[in-house]
């Protein structure tokens, strides 16, 4: 079975910076795509970031793009977001998310590309 576990999340100040990490069991880590999607209250999930299976890809939206950092460590089964210049506008709930499969090379940036979530971890910024 496969889990996503999602931690890093908390309260800071604008500006300020949080890591969140996404640790992976019950599939081969290395050959999915990995991605990261927010939801803030009253709005739909949107993507943030993502990885490809191999790493050598990443992908962002343009509100985080210059701002965070997607990793992934297949040594651990884990992949990380780094964000840094945090703003107010950035407070939701955060996901972490495995493609639907091995291997997948469909859109990074939609929710039915991804087959596997985790719980989600909240991260708020506050002015």
């Known amino acids: 079975q496969v889990q996503l576990v999602e931690s890093g999340g908390g309260l800071v100040q604008a500006g300020g910076s949080l890591r969140l990490s996404c640790a992976a069991s019950?599939?081969?880590?290395?050959?999915?795509?990995m991605g990261w999607f927010r939801q803030a209250p009253g709005k739909e999930r949107e993507f943030v970031a993502a990885i490809s299976w191999s790493g050598a890809n990443t992908y962002y939206a343009d509100s985080v793009k210059g701002r965070f950092t997607i990793s992934r460590d297949s040594a651990k089964n884990t992949v990380y977001l780094q964000m840094n210049s945090l703003k107010p506008e950035d407070t939701a709930v955060y996901y972490c998310a495995a493609a639907r499969n091995a291997y997948y090379s469909g859109s990074a940036f939609y929710t039915s590309s991804y087959g596997y979530w985790g719980q989600g971890t909240q991260v708020t910024i506050s002015s």
């Open positions: 019950g599939l081969t880590f290395s050959s999915y795509a």
